[in-house]
């Protein structure tokens, strides 16, 4: 089995920055990419960020500028560096993985749990 645990969410005020981590545990052979998506309320799931293995990384464009993704090769982790947050970046942030497990050729698609973020004063 693989988890994906994330961390780090919580109230911070407009202008504020918090800071994500995920770490995928279990039996892994191999991430291809690691990435945090988030869903407010009332709206879809969407792409925050992303980044693969050989460390390019993807934005949406309303983070660009602000987050910055980055991961571990070595422990499975990735983390979502959030400066000068908004209000419209509350919502429940998930972390994803594109992995395979050992015996396995195929690849899999996993998902944390989720953790709130709020931005609010």
């Known amino acids: 089995q693989v988890q994906l645990v994330e961390s780090g969410g919580g109230l911070v005020q407009p202008g504020g920055s918090l800071r994500l981590s995920c770490a995928a545990s279990?039996?892994?052979?191999?991430?291809?990419?690691m990435g945090w998506y988030r869903q407010a309320p009332g709206k879809q799931r969407e792409m925050v960020a992303g980044?693969?293995?050989?460390?390019?990384?993807n934005y949406a464009d309303s983070v660009k500028g602000r987050f910055t993704i980055s991961r571990d090769n070595a422990k499975n982790t990735v983390n979502l560096q959030m400066l000068s947050l908004k209000p419209e970046d509350t919502a429940v942030y998930y972390c994803?993985?594109?992995?395979?497990?050992?015996?396995?050729?195929?690849?899999?698609?996993?998902w944390g749990q989720g953790t709130q973020v709020t931005v609010s004063s």
């Open positions: 279990g039996c892994i052979f191999s991430i291809d990419v």
């Open positions: 994803n993985a594109a992995l395979r497990v050992h015996g396995s050729s195929s690849l899999g698609n996993y």
């Open positions: 980044i693969i293995s050989g460390g390019t990384t």
